[in-house]
């Protein structure tokens, strides 16, 4: 294991935890610093793949390394934020609730396919706890005229936190856990409402990903480039790429 982790310090670059903080009872905010990140291509949408098991003893090979979305980044100052929900209770929440400042992180970013894109008229954010914070990223970036509409749920609602500057531009929902009934009698609520190119991203919950998929694409006949989805965990897997 001692290899694995040398090979992975090569691979990942080495950060500095500059502040944590809580945002609810289940997330955590983690802003890291280094120069590197001044320098960095950086497109709405990336994620970084966090090596929580070189800091973490005795995690098996499986849970190495979990995916976290840029919440927020600042390149003047070198920094980035991340919220990390821990609802999981895996490798990854427990590195995010004993991370102190101060500490070194290491992470390689990834691109991914769930982006900003800026060519429709009218969007619709759809996720949960976990995808909170890529979902605030995706709105930051969306060009001031678009309109917004979103569904935003966790099974208590005081979980889903404010955005980096406090604003909370979201629809929040109580919920249970893959309440795909409750989100499909909303989308039909809204999607009357949208006006022009419409597109919806989701993030979060693989099976609720997978179930609103087929529904815009078979129930509302969207087209594939209408529809982003990102399965940010799934109850039968640990630690989606
Ligand atoms: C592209 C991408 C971006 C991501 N961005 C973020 C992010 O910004 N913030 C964030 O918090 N997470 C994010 N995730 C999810 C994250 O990578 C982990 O999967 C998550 O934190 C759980 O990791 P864990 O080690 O705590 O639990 P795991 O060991 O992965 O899972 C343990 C158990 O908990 C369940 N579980 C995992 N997550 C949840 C949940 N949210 N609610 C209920 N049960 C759950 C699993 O199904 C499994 O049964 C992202 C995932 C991807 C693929």
């Given at each position: 294991m001692e290899i694995l982790k040398t090979i992975l310090k090569r691979f990942l670059k080495e950060n500095v935890i500059e502040s944590k903080q809580k945002?609810?009872?289940s997330a955590y905010r983690l802003c890291i610093k280094s120069e590197a990140i001044k320098s960095v291509d950086f497109v709405p949408g990336y994620f970084l793949r966090v090596g929580v098991g070189i800091t973490d003893e005795g995690l098996s090979m499986k849970d190495f390394v979990r995916s976290y979305s840029v919440w927020n980044i600042d390149q003047t100052n070198g920094t980035i934020d991340l919220a990390i929900a821990t609802q999981g209770n895996g490798p990854g929440a427990n590195w995010a609730k004993q991370r102190k400042t101060g500490d070194t992180v290491y992470f390689r970013w990834k691109k991914g396919k769930f982006l900003i894109e800026n060519s429709a008229d009218s969007y619709l954010l759809i996720g949960d706890l976990s995808a909170l914070a890529h979902l605030y990223m995706i709105r930051r970036n969306l060009t001031k005229e678009k309109q917004v509409e979103s569904i935003l749920y966790s099974?208590?609602?005081?979980?889903l936190y404010a955005d980096?500057?406090?604003?909370?531009?979201f629809d929040f929902y109580e919920m249970p856990q893959n309440p795909t009934g409750e989100i499909i009698s909303k989308i039909k609520e809204i999607v009357p409402t949208m006006t022009g190119r419409k597109m919806v991203y989701i993030g979060g919950d693989s099976r609720v990903c997978v179930a609103l998929n087929n529904y815009f694409r078979k129930?509302?006949?969207?087209?594939?480039?209408q529809i982003k989805t990102k399965p940010f965990w799934n109850p039968d897997k640990k630690g989606l790429e």
């Open positions: 945002l609810s009872d099974q208590h609602k005081n979980e980096i500057d406090g604003s909370r531009p129930e509302l006949h969207w087209e594939a480039n």
